[in-house]
């Protein structure tokens, strides 16, 4: 069974930095695309950024609201996914989930979610 | 950027209704749409992929139709289960969501 485990949320003051992590278990974690999607209180999801898997060159995309500000990494040999926040403002408060592309090619939308973790901007 | 637009935002319909919701992409995208519903304070659920194909284990009174820029969700026949918000996804170009569709069972 897939699990998506995030963590690192919490309350951050405006310009400050924080990580979440995505700990990944029940597939071949190297293997796929990984991506961060955030969701503010009360409104809709907006794709954050993604990373794609060593044999696609591990390169990243960002949404343009967080370009330059958001950094996504992976260590495949921990199964982990990591989103660093620099420079965070408080329309960055939000639920931020960890997912999974549901392909090890082609077009996917994401398969598998985690349960998300709150990060709160605010001085 | 690929915008998606949804339609109604809310709607209210009795246990036993069919349910339709409306999706609209500001450019063509194929069938490279999906469908996600929502609960309140839980993750998103994959239902719905490549428009029209339904994800292991969901019920069959859930399907979708479409392609280009227009796509539809239906629910045969609504059940109390069914209340939560729903989002349709394109991932033609990188992943974008439109604003979803808030929907109650009377």
């Known amino acids: 069974e897939v699990q998506l485990v995030e963590s690192g949320g919490g309350l951050v003051q405006p310009g400050r930095s924080l990580r979440l992590s995505c700990t990944a278990s029940?597939?071949?974690?190297?293997?796929?695309?990984m991506s961060w999607v955030r969701q503010a209180p009360g409104k809709g999801l907006e794709w954050v950024g993604f990373?794609?898997?060593?044999?696609?060159?591990?390169?990243?995309e960002y949404a343009a609201s967080v370009k330059g500000r958001f950094t996504i990494s992976r260590d495949d040999s921990k199964s982990i996914a990591y989103l660093q926040m620099n420079s965070l403002k408080t329309e960055d408060t939000a639920v931020y989930y960890c997912?999974?592309?549901?392909?090890?090619?082609?077009?996917?939308?994401?398969?598998?979610w985690g349960q998300g973790t709150l990060v709160t901007v605010s001085s | 950027d690929i915008q998606m637009t949804q339609s109604p935002s809310t709607l209210s319909a009795s246990v036993g209704d069919r349910v339709t919701i409306t999706c609209r992409a500001s450019?063509?995208?194929?069938?490279?749409l999906a469908w996600n519903q929502q609960k309140p304070g839980k993750a998103p659920k994959l239902l719905i992929y490549?428009?029209?194909s339904l994800e292991s284990g969901v019920p069959s009174r859930f399907s979708g139709s479409g392609s280009g820029t227009e796509f539809t969700l239906t629910i045969s026949s609504l059940q109390p289960d069914d209340s939560a918000t729903y989002y349709c996804?394109?991932?033609?170009?990188?992943?974008?969501f439109g604003q979803g569709t808030k929907v109650e069972v009377k």
């Open positions: 997912t999974k592309k549901g392909g090890i090619s082609g077009y996917h939308p994401f398969d598998s």
């Open positions: 029940g597939f071949s974690f190297g293997d796929y695309l």
């Open positions: 490549k428009a029209s």
């Open positions: 996804q394109q991932y033609n170009v990188y992943w974008t």
């Open positions: 450019q063509s995208i194929g069938t490279w």
């Open positions: 990373i794609r898997s060593k044999a696609y060159g591990g390169t990243t």
